[in-house]
């Protein structure tokens, strides 16, 4: 089952020197003032090190319901899914670490890593057929329930035998005025919105009949599309869905920039060959929304790759740094995009960095950077 690259954020702008690297995994600002000028663990910055960390938590700020995107606690700046986290040395098993939550706040309309949340299939997951899931992969956010607070869609890895139309893998995290809140429920896909027996996957959310409510599209056999009708209940099921729709293909996808490609009050979706990784280069084709949703063919839709700013260095590591995009969203609230990314050794050294758009430029510096290991326990 493949794993989605949500967002990350990070805290570490000119990135310490080895000096501070080696001083007790506390982090560094990312501003130009002397770092004798602020405290060590300013925004909740940490070393990009595998390992606990100094870095306090601090409770997330109680919102009151908004409709910005991926904005769990509903307080009006949008927050950050990381899907993969580095992980503990003493973890010799490879456990799933889960999906951490950087929540952005008030502060600069900046991510604030000090603000944050795990969410783990052991703490958060649904049983299915009494078994908890021990995959735990973000894969798309939005206001599924419409009460002002975005939701989670995760995919999990459920008990099957291999015979017959095996299980929905997908499951809903409800937000909250705190955040992410309560045990995720399984997605109910009612069996006249199933065809075949392929795994329903690549969720993609956007009001695709024009009513308001968003709405969820996810993939079936032989190339349909299953439309899923919001909102949707806590219990998981949407409000209605129809037959699978024809037009699909084996990977789905959000347009890039507006999810309404022509205008016409609803949102469009986009078919795919093979799952696109964040921030490269893709091509493919439109299917169109519609007051019956997305059904109608629109023509190619192009992914232009998003430059890749210079990554922080990281100290030596298990294998050659990798920077992956993981965001290409406004979250410093200027109303431009700005970009995420991961560096990484391996699975115990990481960086994340939030870079202000147009951050191709050379000399751009981060605004924040920090390192998953805040998520440790």
Not at 5 to 25: D, N
Request: proline residues 11%.
């Amino acid at each position: 089952m493949r794993r989605a690259r949500a967002g990350t954020v990070t805290a570490l702008g000119a990135l310490c020197l080895s000096a501070v690297l080696m001083a007790a995994l506390t982090g560094c600002d990312s501003d130009p003032a002397p770092a004798a000028a602020e405290p060590a663990a300013k925004n909740g910055d940490a070393a990009p090190l595998a390992g606990r960390t100094t870095a306090p938590s601090r409770p997330v700020p109680r919102g009151d319901g908004s409709r910005g995107p991926a904005d769990f606690n509903g307080d009006g700046h949008r927050d950050l899914v990381l899907d993969d986290l580095v992980k503990s040395p003493k973890d010799s098993h490879g456990d799933d670490a889960g999906i951490g939550i950087v929540y952005g706040t008030g502060t600069g309309k900046r991510l604030e890593p000090a603000v944050r949340q795990l969410l783990t299939p052991r703490t958060h997951g649904a049983e299915v057929q009494g078994v908890l899931p021990a995959a735990f992969d973000a894969e798309a956010s939005c206001d599924l329930d419409k009460d002002g607070y975005a939701d989670l869609v995760v995919t999990t890895d459920p008990p099957y035998d291999g015979i017959g139309r095996p299980p929905v893998p997908l499951q809903l995290l409800f937000g909250s005025p705190t955040g992410i809140a309560g045990k995720a429920v399984v997605l109910r896909i009612p069996d006249k919105a199933r065809y075949g027996n392929d795994w329903p996957g690549h969720p993609v959310c956007g009001d695709f009949d024009g009513d308001g409510s968003a709405d969820l599209a996810v993939t079936a056999s032989a190339g349909r599309v299953s439309f899923l009708r919001g909102p949707f209940s806590r219990a998981g099921a949407p409000r209605a869905a129809g037959t699978p729709v024809p037009g699909g293909g084996p990977a789905l996808a959000a347009p890039a920039g507006k999810a309404d490609t022509n205008g016409d009050g609803a949102d469009d979706l986009v078919v795919l060959p093979r799952t696109r990784t964040a921030g490269t280069a893709a091509k493919g084709t439109l299917l169109l929304g519609g007051p019956t949703g997305p059904r109608r063919p629109g023509g190619r839709h192009v992914f232009d790759a998003v430059p890749v700013p210079t990554a922080p260095g990281l100290p030596a590591g298990e294998t050659k740094p990798v920077t992956d995009v993981l965001a290409h969203a406004d979250f410093d609230g200027d109303g431009r995009p700005d970009v995420v990314t991961r560096t990484h050794h391996g699975e115990r050294a990481d960086v994340i960095a939030l870079y202000p758009a147009a951050a191709e430029q050379a000399g751009t510096r981060p605004l924040i950077t920090f390192s998953t290991s805040v998520f440790l326990p």
